[in-house]
């Protein structure tokens, strides 16, 4: 049985190749498009992992990942944060509620495909 991710990011073109990405290196994808849909997405589908984007519409990234650590079941739930806000008050911010890493844009995808694996405990 593969590993259940799901991302979300409002940007299209950001979804798609994440998407491509995931599901070439072996995961089973699902994709939201603002914050709201992720959330509730995540607690329908409990994914293993979630990439999420800290700015989208609806609900922000932060803001999910702080109603998701507000949940017993999802406490444990990897949360990685993509964003392009790079500013150490913006990741610090993003730790502080409750993400479990943060990479920041443009990052390559080999590297955030072994971050995932690493995160994942299969990494190499």
Do not use: W
Not at 28 to 38: I, S, T, Y
């Amino acid at each position: 049985m593969s590993i259940k991710i799901l991302i979300a990011d409002d940007e299209p073109n950001i979804l798609i190749s994440l998407e491509y990405l995931m599901k070439r290196e072996g995961y089973e994808v699902l994709v939201a498009h603002d914050g709201q849909e992720a959330l509730d997405m995540i607690i329908v589908e409990k994914p293993r992992l979630v990439l999420l984007d800290v700015m989208m519409p609806k609900k922000t990234g932060l803001e999910v990942c702080h109603a998701l650590r507000a949940i017993p079941e999802f406490s444990e739930m990897i949360i990685l944060m993509l964003t392009a806000k790079g500013h150490d008050t913006d990741v610090a911010k993003g730790m502080a509620m409750g993400a479990n890493d943060y990479m920041i844009k443009p990052f390559s995808t080999k590297e955030l495909a072994q971050k995932v694996k690493d995160m994942l405990g299969m990494g190499a």
